[in-house]
Each structure stands twice: as C-alpha cells, then as structure tokens.
C-alpha cells in the first residue's frame, strides 16, 4: 500500500482539480523504451504543458523500441491549452484507463486552488526521498504494465483525470498495426492478467480504445452512472439525426450493462435533442463518457446525410430524491399519516406524563399545606395563641344549624353506589364553604373544577389552558393550536383538502377529560391490594362495592354563564355522569342557576340525580354570625394583655336586629356587614352605605344599559318594571308580570320574549323565581338586601321619572302600531265595492279598538307631560 505519508501529503493540498498529477521518480524512466520520449504532465485549459526528460530504459522494458518522439509543438500546446482537447496525430490513438486512481479524490477538487504544479513537484520530491516505495502501487507504473510489450507502440503522452479516476493515454503505432487491434490485445491481456490497484482489490483496471474527441475540462462535473447523450450537427448550419435505442445500444453496450435507456420525451422543445443512458456501474458509464465524446456517427451508422456528433455528460440521478418527492407529490395521503404519527406520539409520550400529573393534583401530593409538617407547626403555633374559640362561634353556628345537609352529603358519598349530587342555593350562600371545609373535610383525592374562570377565559386556546390546570393536565401546549389551525388553512388552500392537524374546542376537551378519568379510576384502584377479601373481583365490582375509595369532583359554577360557553357545560355534564354511572367517582355540582336540571337531565336522562338546597340563614344564626365576627376582632387587638377578658370595642350596636333584617341571612352580606362595623360604623350606618351601594350598582348593570345590548335578554323598562312592582309588593304573581305591557309587548327586540327575559334576570340574580310543581309561581327579590335597594330607588323622584316615561313611551309606540294596522285594515274594507253586514262587525270592531289606543296615547301624554316636569325642575 501507499504510505500514509504520501495520502497526508495529498490531503494537505486540496486543489487537486483535474490537472495532472506527476509522479516523477527515478521508475519512470522505464517508460519509453529505446531513445528519449517525454511524458507530458499538465493541467487542461488553463496550464502550459510541463515535461519530464526521461533517460533511456533498459532493454527489459515492456515497451517496443522505437524512434525518439519530438516534444508537443507550440502550436499544438497553445490549441490544447485553449480547448481542452487532445491533438491527436494520424499515427496516434488514445486509450483511456480506468481505475488507476481513487474516484474519492476527487472531493478534494470542489475547493478552488492554483497549486497544481507545486502539488506535482511535492509529490516528485517525496517519491524521490522514499527509496523504499513499492513501485508496483505507482500508478504510472500500472499503466506501464498494463501495456504488453510484443506490440510496436510507444506512449507519448499520459493525462491523468483523478475526477474519473484514470488516465488518458496518447500512443505511436505503426502501420502495421489498427488501434483496434492494440485495444483487442490490452484487453485480452488484462483480462488473462488483471491489474489490480491498492484501493480497488476486487475489481481490475480496464482500458479502451477513445473513439471520439475527449474533453479535458475542470468544472465541478463529478462522474455519474447516468450519461446524457446530445445528437449535435458536426458542423454549424447542419442537421443531426436522432438516433434510436438500438443505434444507442448496439454503440455503448460494448462499454458495460445498461440499466436503461430513456429517450427524450416526443413533446419535448428542448434542443439539442437528447437521451439518457443509464449504466449499472458507475465505472461503466465513466468509460463510456471518455471513449465516446465528440463521436461522429457516419451515415451507414444511421446519423444522417452530415452525420450526428456525440456530445456526452454526466446527468444527475434523481433517485436520491424519490422518497421526498412522493412524500411532497402525495400532501392528500401524507399529511393524514403525519397527523396520525404525531397523534401516536403524543399518546406515547405525553399521556403518561399527563396521568402522573393529574394524579399528583388530585391526591394534593405536592401541596404543602397538606403536609404532616406543616400541620404540626400550625398545631404548635395555635397552641401558643391565646385566642379563645370563641371566634368560632359564628361558623360553628353556621355549620350547626346546616348539620342535617352536611351529615346527609356525607352518608351519600359512603354508602350511594352512584352519587350525583347537586347543591343549589344563591350566590353567597356559603356553597363552597360547606362541602370542602365541612363535608370533605379530612377526605383525600378531591378535585375541585371552578367553571368561573373556565368560563371567562378569552378564546379556546385560554379555556383549553385554565381547563387543563383545574385538573392538573400537564403539559398542554395551548397554543399549539393556533399553529395547527394556520397549518391547516395553508394546506387546504393548496390541496383542497383540509389536513385536520387543528383541533377543536370540543376534540380538546374531551381528551382533557377522558386522560382526567384514566387517572381518576388509576387512583381509586390504588386502595386494591392482593391480599384483600374482594382480590378476585374484576375492577368495574371493586369499584362498585367500595365507594368509599372513589375520588369527589366538585364542580363549582356550574351555569356561571349559562348563555355562554355551553360547549363547556355540555361536556362537563357528560363527564360526569360517565364518572358516576361506571362508579369512578363522586360528583357534586355547586349552582346558583335554578335551570341546572336541562343540561343534568340531557347527561343522565336515566337517572334521578339527589339535590340539597341552601338558603339564607335564620336571624338568629345570623346575629350570632355577626357578633362573633367582632368578637374575633376584640381577640385579636395587640392592646389586650394576655389571658385578660375585655368588653368588646363596638359597644353601639343598636339596631343590629333591625339591619340584619334587612340584610338577610346571606353570608356574603353579613360578613361585609361585620367589616364595616369593625370599621367603626354603626349597624344603622353601615346597613344604609351597603343598601345605597347596592342601589347603585343596580342603576349602572340593570338601568343605564351598561351592558351590552347583544349580551342581555332582558330591556331596561322591564327591570323597573319589576323594581317598581316589589318595591310596593314583596312577591308577583308569575303570570300577572308575564302579561304586564314591557313583558307582552316589549319593542326591543332581544327582550320580545317575556318568559325569556324573567330567566334571565333571575340569572342575573335580581330576581327569585319560586316553582309550584315545576312551573314558575312567584317572583320575588333576588335576596333580601335588594328588597330595601328597590324602595331606595322608588324614592328617587328623577330616576322614577325617567324610567315611567320610558315605559310610556315604549307603551304609545305599541298603541301607535296598533292604531296603524288598524287603520291599514279599515283601508283595505273600504276598498270593497259595497259595504255588506258581513263586514260591519269588523268595521265596528275596529273603530273601537283604535278609539280605545287613541285614548291611551291621550291619557299617556298627560302622565308624561307631569313627568317631564319633574326631570325639568329636580336634579
């Protein structure tokens, strides 16, 4: 093998473009055999030739003797310097030997140099310097040996192509002798005797007769197992002919197998005219480009009058690229695969993660308020306090007297094999507080989902975030999504065919919810253990028979809004009754909407689904709330020495009876009631400021039209309508509003629909409505503080004003419709052309009814003209 030394040195030198390389060394002196010849080394079309005098060899060299050549003309070396071809005398031929330099090399010829000439005499000063090298890996001297020695020839020129890893070989014959007779002996020798080179052990080099004119060029061409084959005229102004497969085969089959022949396309413009030649091996194709560029085919050989000039390349093959360009040429099948692997490896991956996580949030496992440490240091530091229970007073109070629901929530979620319970009461009435902190209190594995904040998120991408952290699914990449759905728009905007990588709000929860139960009956299983009594039972019997082992979901808010986001609610419900109904876990809805039982009954329509009820609490209770509250407040004054009793600090208490009887018994109400007491507030003082606040609040949501039009159902003269009413009366008949003038014939056109409009001012909590045997019976307030907020509004003589002529208004635009379809009828009657008894009725009737709305616009005129005099003169 070559040293490593000499490959080093080749490797230092990446300019070995297509110029000669000169391996001069005292071997190649052998090469001629009797005078001087010279072997010429250059680079084509942009080197002078370089020569090497070589001294005569001894008389065992392979070669024939014979005359002394004469070193290449000027002319002939400028004309080849020019144009890269090889001026061939009438006496010489070319051979070209493949395989007598490593193809690799030729990586090392896309790097720009101008060192052709100091890279050969490197090389020259290195093979002199090693006196040990094997002179059979020279590869000058393979091409010595390549030639057998019985035949008159002599080499006059050797050009070496590294790119095609050979070399061209320019001999003298004599007459006596054809150039294919000299191939067909190089041929039969190497064939009996094969040569082969240090890096190709297994495959010999060959040599070939160059029938054509070859082309010395340098460009960044690399070899190719695909020649394209261009027919040219062989002079300007002629024709070429375009030559058949067979022509085409029967001239390079001589060269190696041909994988394929692939003529150009019959509607193909493209000249010149061409066709493709596939070889099966690389170094087959090699030697065909070499041997037949710039080959005349001849008339008998069927290239036309003028005959047909080869010109040959190497072509690109686009196989590499098959794969992608079926994967880019086939979007409507590739892109359903993608989604399908990406879909796979999300559930692969992700979902485990995702289960861990939920598992993790539900059993509290990192919450650190949970924790056995941090519960004895809060006993430890409780018990350092010198705070009496009597601050708790109040909630036990609370708690007491709601004992009977506690007690009942518990003994259904022990013992009911499937429970789904549903607390209703109104907003402020200690829900919340009562389930987690009374009736779960102690218990493991509860999930609480707030549907609030659910609820409230802008846009999919924040209900699908907040969704996933109630539960604990993570990771979530909620904006994802969004990217998805601009993949998809640009794919169905160039295919036609939507690709589905975008998901849907309803698609995305439901994974949430369906990973959420996965991780929910993981967690209830957990209890299982082998050696239990019931270790034989199969999952679905363990689960019913130990409900005290299921996890509790507590779903609050539910129908927060419940004219929007009912996707959410929808799936919710569904959910749920799928927890209960295969006995995963326990469910409780907290709502202060009095429509929960639609979308309930919608999930589970098999089912009766058990309901506890929370009012507002009793006086007494209340007062005691209150006055432990402020007790609290004295307990905790830093003035107080330790273990000394004091009187409270809010001595002026009178009239607390009085203002919680105003306030109700709603907790929210009271517990700001006992903030402005400590305050420094009396009862009397702080009941007035709440009562006026609320009135406010009630001008700005339910009167001035704050809200947006399209949000609400309900018009502003209906809402005074009703403060108005129960202002004078505590409760309304039902039916009796329902057919009052703003409910039957309201003008705005989101409130036409009166029973519509009750619902949703009830949801809005300015109402209560009370049902008799499933139908609505009476309205009333939505808690008892708006019962002292409407009187407060009656008393304003301005807004009084405002709104009466409001509805007056809105009334004589009604009698005024009236009146103008009574008066199109009476028109279209005298139109007849006689009037008939069958026709006086009607006439009769209608005179009467327009003489009836004229009246009451008159009369509604009247009113509002005193109205408008007090807006005149009051403020």
């Known amino acids: 093998m070559i040293p490593r030394r000499s490959l080093v040195a080749m490797a230092r030198y990446p300019g070995l473009t297509t110029s000669l390389i000169s391996l001069g060394r005292p071997p190649l002196s052998t090469v001629a055999s009797r005078g001087t010849s010279r072997i010429f080394l250059r680079r084509p079309a942009d080197r002078a030739w370089e020569t090497t005098a070589v001294p005569p060899t001894p008389p065992a060299s392979p070669f024939p003797s014979s005359p002394s050549s004469e070193p290449a003309s000027s002319s002939s070396t400028s004309k080849e310097h020019n144009t890269g071809h090889v001026d061939v005398k009438p006496n010489e031929s070319l051979f070209f030997f493949e395989n007598i330099f490593p193809r690799k090399l030729s990586s090392l010829l896309r790097y720009p140099t101008e060192t052709d000439g100091d890279i050969t005499a490197l090389l020259r000063r290195f093979y002199n310097a090693s006196g040990s ?111 058949s497969e067979e022509t085409l085969y029967s001239m390079f089959r001589r060269y190696g197998k041909i994988a394929d022949i692939l003529p150009q396309p019959f509607d193909s413009k493209v000249v010149p005219k061409y066709a493709h030649i596939s070889f099966s091996r690389l170094s087959d194709a090699i030697m065909a480009r070499n041997c037949m560029h710039g080959f005349v085919v001849t008339e008998s050989m069927g290239g036309g009058k003028t005959g047909t000039l080869l010109r040959l390349s190497y072509a690109k093959r686009v196989k590499g690229h098959s794969i992608w360009n079926w994967l880019t040429s086939h979007p409507r099948i590739v892109i359903y695969i993608i989604a399908a692997l990406l879909a796979g490896a999300s559930v692969i991956i992700f979902d485990p993660i995702r289960t861990f996580f939920i598992k993790l949030h539900v059993s509290h496992s990192l919450r650190f308020t949970d924790s056995r440490l941090y519960k004895w240091f809060k006993s430890q530091t409780d018990s350092l306090s010198f705070r009496s229970s009597e601050h708790m007073d109040g909630l036990k109070t609370v708690w007491n007297h709601r004992r009977d629901v506690i007690d009942q929530l518990q003994n259904w979620l022990d013992g009911s094999s499937d429970t789904f319970v549903v607390v209703t009461g109104p907003r402020g009435s200690g829900k919340i507080e009562m389930v987690m902190d009374q009736a779960l209190s102690g218990r493991k594995n509860v999930l609480l989902v707030d549907c609030k904040p659910i609820v409230d998120a802008s846009g999919e991408a924040g209900t699908i975030k907040r969704l996933a952290a109630a539960v604990g699914f993570r990771p979530v990449f909620s904006w994802a999504n969004s990217m998805s759905s601009m993949i998809d728009l640009a794919v169905q905007s160039t295919t036609g065919v939507k690709a589905g990588f975008s998901e849907t709000l309803d698609t995305q929860v439901n994974k949430i919810l369906h990973t959420t139960t996965g991780a929910l009956k993981d967690i209830a299983l957990s209890f299982r253990s082998k050696h239990d009594k019931d270790a034989q039972l199969s999952e679905d019997a363990y689960l019913e028979a130990h409900p005290e082992n299921r996890p509790v979901i507590v779903i609050d808010n539910y129908l927060h809004k419940n004219e929007e986001m009912t996707i959410v609610y929808d799936k919710i419900a569904e959910w749920a009754a799928s927890l209960v109904q295969n006995n995963i876990a326990h469910v409780i809805f907290l709502t202060s909407d009095s429509s929960y039982s639609k979308p ?172 008799h045997q499933g139908r609505p019976k009476l309205i009333s307030a939505g ?54 008894l069958e026709t006086a009725g009607r006439v009769a009737y209608l005179l009467d009814k327009l003489d009836a709305s004229q009246r009451k616009i008159d009369d509604l005129e009247r009113q509002m003209v005193g109205l408008k005099k007090v807006l005149v003169e009051e403020y």
């Open 133 to 243: 090298f094997d002179t059979s890996l020279d590869p000058i001297s393979v091409v010595k040996r390549a030639i057998p020695g019985d035949i008159p020839i002599k080499v006059t020129e050797i050009l070496p192509r590294l790119k095609d890893g050979g070399a061209f070989v320019k001999v003298q014959y004599d007459a006596s002798i054809s150039p294919s007779e000299i191939e067909s002996t190089l041929l039969q020798k190497l064939e009996q005797h094969p040569l082969k080179s240090w890096f190709s052990p297994f495959r010999g080099i060959k040599a070939r007769l160059v029938k054509g004119t070859p082309w010395l060029e340098d460009l960044y061409r690399f070899p190719s197992s695909l020649v394209k084959v261009e027919f040219v005229p062989p002079e300007p102004g002629s024709t070429a002919e375009e030559l």
């Open 783 to 836: 808690k008892p503080l708006y019962q002292a907020a409407f009187s407060v509004l009656v008393r304003d003589r301005v807004l009084k004003a405002k709104m009466d002529m409001a509805i007056m208004k809105e009334m004589a635009k009604v009698e005024g419709k009236t009146i103008e379809s009574v008066e199109t009828e009476l028109s279209v009657l005298g139109q007849l052309p006689r009037q008939t």
């Open 600 to 771: 309930l009954s919608r999930a589970m329509p098999d089912r009766v689904f058990r309901t506890l009820s929370l009012g507002d609490l009793e006086h007494k209770v209340a007062k005691n709330f209150v006055t432990s509250r402020l007790a609290e407040d004295d307990l905790e004054d830093p003035e107080k020495p330790a273990g000394e009793a004091k009187p409270s600090r809010h001595k002026d208490l009178n009239g607390l009876d009085e203002c919680i009887e105003t306030l109700g018994g709603r907790l929210t109400d009271l517990e700001f009631l006992s903030r402005r007491i400590k305050a420094g507030q009396t009862p009397r003082q702080a009941v007035d400021e709440i009562v006026t606040e609320t009135a406010t609040d009630m001008v700005k949501i339910y009167l001035m039209g704050k809200t947006k039009e399209s949000e609400k159902k309900w018009s502003a003269e209906q809402a005074w309508h009703l403060i108005k009413s129960l202002a004078e009366t505590p409760s309304l008949r039902y039916h009796q509003v329902l057919l009052s003038p703003p409910f039957a014939s309201s003008t705005s056109s989101n409130a036409a629909d009166g029973e519509a409009a009750l619902e949703a001012l009830a949801g809005a909590e300015l109402i209560a409505l009370k049902t």
